[in-house]
């Protein structure tokens, strides 16, 4: 699985500030958030389509990991249909459903795909050590806080969701091999799943603390150099114009 791993090339995404990259995936997802008319989303998953493109991501295989969260997908988009549903002028009562309360639970999950597609291209073009100094750069002028060890925190917690999915992947595999998905109870099999998967992710973890000790890992460190190109720009304006598009 290759979901929000970092993929390795010299394309202009790779190559971009990090800074400015941080701010064109706020503003794509607060365009997301915005979004309420067909051609909006369409500009949008135009945009981040090019982007993968530009950037040599494989899409097939993103496009074919993303099937994990097509039950959080359906799930976004049953909650809202059936909230728009409700009555709440009658202690809450349900309406038969409509095809406003449908477009609502479509709105969601299609703002939800957006968002997740733009963290796609975001991580998948950001190193682990851009993403550390892009968020201590911006931490810079909040005083009185420890901002290399934040900066820290972020990136690992960002790093920990593709070592999680990997952990799912090891454990799926492991337990298909030994035939534990003939187990016809549910909640047996939930458990036979999370408990294994809890400890790998847990000792996932273990390791990268040793790996970070055994290289001598200290907060006292180079600040990193940045450098904006023309491009850089240039990608950070249409991304502002498709903000403006949505918003207004």
Same mark, same amino acid.
């Given at each position: 699985m290759i979901l929000f791993h970092y993929i390795h090339k010299n394309s202009l995404l790779h190559r971009m500030d990090g800074r400015l990259k941080l701010l064109c995936l706020l503003l794509v997802s607060l365009s997301a958030s915005f979004?309420?008319?067909?051609w909006q989303y369409l500009l949008l998953m135009s945009l981040l389509i090019v982007s993968m493109v530009i950037a040599r991501l494989p899409i097939t295989d993103l496009i074919n990991d993303l099937r994990y969260f097509a039950v959080v %997908? !359906?799930? *976004?988009? $049953?909650?809202?249909?059936?909230?728009?549903?409700?009555?709440?002028t009658t202690s809450l009562t349900l309406k038969p459903v409509s095809m406003p309360s449908f477009h609502?639970?479509?709105?969601?999950?299609?703002? %939800? !795909?957006? *968002?997740? $597609?733009?963290?796609?291209?975001m991580t998948g073009t950001t190193s682990l050590t851009t993403m550390k100094n892009t968020f201590e750069w911006y931490l810079q002028p909040i005083p009185y806080i420890p901002k290399a060890r934040i900066a820290t925190m972020m990136s690992l917690?960002?790093?920990?969701?593709?070592?999680?999915?990997?952990?799912?992947?090891?454990?799926?595999?492991?337990?298909?091999?030994?035939?534990?998905?003939?187990?016809?109870?549910?909640v047996k099999r939930a458990i036979l799943l999370t408990l294994p998967l809890v400890y790998r992710a847990l000792q996932q973890t273990d390791e990268i603390v040793y790996a970070m000790q055994s290289r001598c890992?200290?907060?006292?460190?180079?600040?990193?150099?940045?450098q904006t190109g023309k491009t850089d720009w240039l990608v950070l304006v249409t991304c502002v114009m498709s903000f403006l598009a949505c918003l207004l």
């Open positions: 979004a309420s008319v067909w %997908l !359906v799930f *976004v988009l $049953l909650v809202n249909t059936f909230i728009a549903c409700v009555d709440p609502r639970g479509w709105h969601f999950a299609g703002r %939800l !795909v957006l *968002v997740i $597609l733009a963290c796609i291209v917690s960002i790093v920990f969701v593709p070592l999680t999915l990997d952990c799912y992947t090891e454990t799926s595999n492991a337990q298909k091999s030994r035939c534990v998905e003939l187990q016809k109870n549910p890992y200290s907060e006292s460190r180079t600040q990193a150099e940045f």
